[in-house]
Structures are given as structure tokens and as C-alpha cells.
């Protein structure tokens, strides 16, 4: 009762038809209706633990990652939640065997199962372990699987950075509990890289994954700088469609995370990269990935959305390093001409917002800072960087230095700010950016999920000398205020067939870059 997609390279992606055709073949049954048990007896001693609920290759499907205390049978099993009987689980459930591996750092053993076959405007049950050793159960939702969604991104957890774990995870634990009280029907979490300072620090890994949230909405994982450097991020995330070719991983994938990854909700194409490997040919690697996924599965979405770590409009700290100057003459106009929509990324620890940037160029010299509403005209991508969403450490805005690159100099309409950038903003305060799929159009606004009170490590702990917005001048705004809001309207020329973009990128494009 288990199918997963797992193409190892670009040469294996397919149409995304295929997934319902490959089920039926494989006799796979929705999880109604289906009365299959599998018995599976364990020590009662097993534990199962870092149960994290995953984004699936469709709307149809959830992934279930967590680890397990020892060598056993590890199963799901998912009822829908109408079906339970006084909490328990009977005729209706279905248990999915998982993929069982042993951790290659920190002892134990990692496991996952993919939930296929979940029908829409449902609600699941499910439960992790073998019998006689439960997780507590857990529930999630599906929605329509056409149509508007909204969903949510979050900056840099990074559990661990400001040096005090516990005040790291709480304030991770307040933005997940204020985001999803005010949006109680978005349909993904999506990361922006970083979930923990260090990268095989469980105690660290346990404080991310502690909030129940993260059972019940689906964690769209992101790879960051500090999550690169073992094996754990690999270890407690299962992504679809993951191709772990050695382009994708900066330096040796027996000890690394890495790949790149990419998947369809709706109307939207979510491609995600691991932006650590940019040396030696692998921008032009990711680039060859993305447009080979684009080709083949960009028509069955309205939007395209990249999502990786590394800002490359970034407006802080690390606004001059050396791979965003590197890839700020890679990525933009392959994003143009790919069609590509929005850009999500993280890294820098404060919040940008570009102008539409077509082809590494602003596309309207006369589009205002902090515009409301943008219209991306052919070829025309917006890049988003998220502050941090739990307030563990937060980088200031620098200003634009063309001793360091000469090409990424001041704003001639706000000479504060980098020229890419219609929004820069650091407050001090945790953040989380929301963004609603229309029909119409994409609305991106940034949102505030804390104040300058606790929980806010860097500045409880002493590390930031003010907060609040304009340097700390002005009070800080309430909890739910909005920091920025842009309303995107697309291009729709090119959704017709393969016209995204000025032109669709053929396979062999990246060859500019090899």
C-alpha cells in the first residue's frame, strides 16, 4: 500500500498523469474504503520520534518521515477521521509499510512512508510505530485540489543560533501557532533553509520539530548552509521527485545533504534546489534540473516558484558574498525566459521584496519602491527573501556597496536600497510571509508573528541593541500587522502551451553557463 516516486535523475521525471496511471497499475486504494491490516508486533520498548508530516508529489499525497529507536517494522496507518471508532483505529484504516534505513549519525534508524491516494476535503487520522509501540495520533486536512490556495514560508528557524535552544524553539513554536491561528486553511508550510544551527544536533532537530503543527500542516523542507553539513537533514526529510546526483551536493553525499527536488499543488510547479553546491558547474546543473522540469510539467500549472536558501537580492549581511554576486549573473535571465513567477529564498535574516526583474535588469524603470500592486509583463520575477520566523538571530540591512560589487549598487528611486529591491525591512521581530494563489494573480505579504517581547532570543538575550521598526525608533507593531503586501499580476501569455516566458528554455539552455 506504499508507492513512491523517486526519479534519480532529470532523464526519469515524468508527467505528472503518470502518477494516477503507475497507482492504478499497482492496485494502490484510496485510504477510504480500504480495510487492509498489517500485523506487525514489536518490543514495547520502540519509540518513535521527529514525526514530521511532509508535501507529497500532489495534492493526493502527504509524507510521513520520523525516527525509530530500533530495528523493526515501522508502519503508518491513516484512517479517515470520521472513521475512528472512540479513537481507535479500525475496518477503514490502511497501513502503509515505510522504508526503514539506519541513521548514518546519532544511532537509530529513519523511516517514511508516502500517503497516496488521500481524497480531497477529508480529514486523517494516522499514527506512527508497530503495534504495541503508538505514536499519539495525529490528524491533517486535505482541501480541494483545484482552485485558490493560500500558503505559507517561513526564513530561517535556524534552532540553536542565538546559543540558547529552548528560547530558539519557543519563539519557532509562537510564529507556527500565530501563523496558522490566522490562517487556519493554508495548505503548505514551505521552508526558506535553515532549521537548525548545526547540522547533526538533534537536541537542536527535536526543538524544530517539537510544535504539533508540523504533524498536522505539510513541511515543504528547504536545505540551508547549516543544515548541509551531515546527514540529519536527510535523515528526518523524505521530499518527492528528489534527484541526488552529485551536481546537487557540495561535497561528498556520504556525509551531506543535498538535491534538488520539485513538485505540483494545484496550479503551482514548486521546484526547490540545493543552492550550497554552486561551484564547479553546479548553477548550470540546477539550471539544466529546473528547465528539464519545467518542460516537462509546466503546463500543469498556472505559476512557476523556485525555492531555494541563498537570497540573491539579499539585502543584509550577506548581500556581496560570493556566490549571490556569482549568481546574480547565473540565475536571472534563465528564471526570466523559464517563466519562472516568484522566487522564495532566505539566508539573510531580514526581509527584501524586488521590484520585477526581467533578465537581471529592473523591468520597469518607473515601478515605485513598496508599489502595491506589480505587473510582470514577459519575463518578469519577483524574488522574496523571509526574515527569521523564530527570532534566533537577525542580520541588519547594509547599504549598497559597489566597492564590493559594482553591479549591485544603490536604488536611483531610494538610495538606501539596492537597486533590485523595492523592499528591504529588518525590525528585530519574528516575521513569516504569506502568499495567497489566485487565478489572477499572486499576493505576497509579509507578516509580523512576534513583537520585541519574549519570545525573541537575539533581543531577549541581548544581542540586538534595539528593536522595532525605523532602527528601533518607532514601537513595535502588533502581531498579525502586515510589514509589506504586493499584489502580482501575471503575465498570461505565457501559459499558452510552452510560451512562458519570452521564449521556453529548451533542455540544453544551460549550455551559457558550462
Given amino acids: ?183 487556519p486553511k493554508a495548505e503548505l508550510l514551505v521552508s526558506g533553509g535553515d532549521q537548525v544551527e548545526s547540522a547533526n544536533n538533534e537536541p537542536q532537530w527535536n526543538a524544530f520539530l517539537a510544535p504539533d503543527k508540523l504533524r498536522q500542516y505539510p ?89 531555494y536558501h541563498h537570497s540573491i537580492y539579499s539585502p543584509a549581511s550577506h548581500a556581496n558574498d560570493n556566490d549571490a554576486k556569482l549568481r546574480r549573473q547565473d540565475f536571472p535571465t534563465a528564471f526570466s525566459n523559464l517563466g519562472v513567477d516568484l522566487v522564495l529564498q532566505g539566508h539573510d535574516h531580514s526581509y527584501s521584496r524586488s521590484y520585477v526583474i526581467k533578465n537581471g535588469q529592473k523591468a520597469n524603470k518607473d515601478e515605485q519602491p513598496g508599489a502595491a500592486q506589480v505587473a510582470q509583463g514577459p519575463g518578469g520575477v ?14 541588519d540591512i547594509t547599504a549598497p556597496d559597489t566597492t564590493k560589487d559594482p553591479n549591485y549598487g544603490p536604488d536611483p528611486l531610494n538610495p538606501k536600497s539596492h537597486w533590485a529591491n523595492s523592499v528591504e525591512n529588518q525590525e528585530h521581530v519574528r516575521t513569516y510571509v504569506k502568499i495567497q494563489v489566485r487565478g489572477d494573480k499572486l499576493v505576497v505579504e509579509n507578516l509580523r508573528s512576534g513583537t520585541c517581547a519574549a519570545p525573541n532570543a537575539a533581543v531577549e538575550l541581548g544581542q540586538e541593541s534595539w528593536c522595532g521598526p525605523d532602527s528601533g525608533a518607532g514601537p ?17 501569455d505565457k501559459h499558452h502551451g510552452h510560451g512562458k516566458g519570452d521564449d521556453r528554455v529548451p533542455a540544453e539552455s544551460a549550455s551559457w553557463l558550462r
Avoid: C
Fill in 1 to 183: 500500500m506504499k508507492f513512491d516516486i523517486r526519479p534519480q535523475n532529470a532523464g526519469g521525471l515524468r508527467r505528472r498523469v503518470a502518477v494516477g496511471a503507475t497507482a492504478a497499475v499497482m492496485g494502490i486504494s484510496a485510504v477510504v474504503g480500504s480495510s487492509l491490516m498489517t500485523a506487525v508486533h514489536a518490543d514495547a520498548g520502540t519509540t518513535a520520534t521527529g514525526i514530521i508530516l511532509g508535501v507529497g508529489a500532489t495534492e493526493a499525497q502527504r509524507v510521513v518521515s520520523w525516527y525509530s529507536s530500533a530495528d523493526t517494522a515501522q508502519v503508518v496507518q491513516v484512517a479517515p477521521t470520521s472513521k475512528l471508532s472512540h479513537g481507535q483505529f479500525g475496518k477503514h484504516t490502511v497501513t502503509y509499510p515505510a522504508t526503514k534505513a539506519a541513521n548514518t549519525v546519532n544511532g537509530g534508524y529513519n523511516a517514511h512512508v508516502t500517503l497516496d491516494g488521500l481524497k480531497k476535503n477529508t480529514s486523517y487520522s494516522y499514527r506512527v510505530g508497530t503495534e504495541g509501540a503508538w505514536s499519539p495520533t495525529y490528524t491533517f486536512r486535505t482541501q480541494d485540489f483545484k482552485g485558490d490556495f493560500d500558503f505559507l514560508f517561513f526564513g530561517d528557524p535556524q534552532i540553536g543560533s542565538s546559543g540558547d535552544t529552548a528560547k530558539d524553539g519557543a519563539g519557532w513554536q509562537d510564529t507556527l501557532d500565530v501563523a496558522l491561528a490566522a490562517n
Fill in 382 to 395: 519577483i524574488y522574496v527573501t523571509a526574515n527569521s520566523a523564530s527570532g534566533s538571530k537577525y542580520y
Fill in 476 to 492: 513595535a507593531q502588533p502581531v498579525g500587522s502586515t510589514v509589506d503586501k504586493v499584489v502580482i499580476r501575471p503575465y498570461d
Fill in 219 to 307: 513541511w515543504a523542507a528547504t536545505i540551508g548552509n547549516h543544515d548541509v553539513g551531515g546527514k540529519s537533514y536527510e535523515q528526518h526529510f523524505w521530499t518527492p521527485n528528489t534527484d541526488r546526483s552529485a551536481p546537487y551536493y557540495n561535497g561528498d553525499a556520504a556525509t551531506r545533504s543535498g538535491g534538488d527536488y520539485w513538485y505540483v499543488y494545484k496550479d503551482v510547479l514548486f521546484i526547490d534546489i540545493n543552492s550550497n553546491a554552486y561551484a564547479a558547474g553546479a548553477d548550470a546543473a540546477h539550471i539544466g534540473y529546473i528547465t528539464d522540469v519545467v518542460k516537462e510539467h509546466g503546463d500543469d500549472a498556472k505559476y512557476t516558484v523556485l525555492v
